[in-house]
């Protein structure tokens, strides 16, 4: 296309227009997104768009909560039995003041 406009533009001109049109696709080389190239990810796109028809559900997951949930029901259950001992206690000194 751009050698098509020499006759009316001149060559000067021609040339500029052929190297603002490839600088796009020699710039595709150095453009990464994600840790994939250019080429990658139009690969993807094309995949996922195209070539896959199914839906995809995204279910998130806690990975800190199931690595550490022994602790935390271990942690939940002592502090129950730790607070049943203050209320005992604290029962105990309320009778003892009423006696008192």
Known sequence: ???????????EMTSWLCMLGA??????????FQ?????????MAISSFMLSTR?????????????????INQSRKESIVHDKK???????Q???NKSA
């Open 35 to 43: 840790g994939m190239y250019t080429e990658d990810i139009v690969k």
């Open 86 to 92: 203050l209320r005992k206690i604290e029962k105990a």
């Open 55 to 71: 839906n995809l559900i995204n279910v998130p997951f806690n990975l800190y909560c199931e690595i550490l949930e022994p602790f």
């Open 1 to 11: 296309m751009c050698l098509l406009c020499k006759d009316r533009l001149g060559t």
């Open 23 to 32: 600088a796009p696709f020699a710039a595709f080389g150095f453009i990464r």
């Open 94 to 96: 309320q009778r003892k």
